[in-house]
């Protein structure tokens, strides 16, 4: 039986530095992700036309067009603007979106977006025109 143990323990081993490598690069592509978050780029000439069918993140044809853009749900890190407006409203309770994009150097559209979803997860709360932790 110790055998057998010291056979699997030695094989979850082996198996973890073998991920280890694309661990690490999933976080540092979730991380550039995070950064581009909100970036516009020039639209491109020809693309698509209207009507077209559109791709959705399965690369299933969807031809309403409605597919949805950017990242999928729940695909945020936490090295992503949205940890670092949870810690900033933790930090600093009742700080508003204005503040909070000032303090991040970003936009605040992104965070009228990202603050009601983070709120719906339960890690912040509203109150009146600021944020507190949830």
Do not use: C
């Not at 143990?5 to 661990?23: K, N, S, Y």
């Not at 559109?54 to 853009?69: E, I, K």
């Not at 670092?84 to 979106?97: F, K, M, S």
Request: glycine share 10%.
């Amino acid at each position: 039986m110790a055998d057998f143990l010291d056979a699997t323990v030695r094989e979850i081993e082996g198996r973890l530095r073998e991920l280890r490598p694309l661990l690490d690069e999933y976080h540092r592509l979730e991380a550039a992700a995070a950064a581009l978050d909100g970036v516009q780029t020039a639209p491109t000439r020809g693309r698509s036309r209207p009507g077209a069918a559109t791709r959705t993140s399965t690369g299933a044809a969807n031809g309403n067009g409605n597919a949805r853009r950017g990242r999928p749900r729940g695909s945020r890190g936490d090295n992503t603007r949205a940890a670092q407006a949870v810690e900033l409203v933790r930090t600093r309770p009742g700080i508003t979106i204005p503040e909070l994009a000032e303090h991040m150097g970003i936009k605040p559209n992104y965070l009228y977006r990202i603050l009601p979803q983070l709120e719906e997860e339960g890690r912040v709360r509203r109150d009146d025109k600021g944020w507190l932790p949830a």
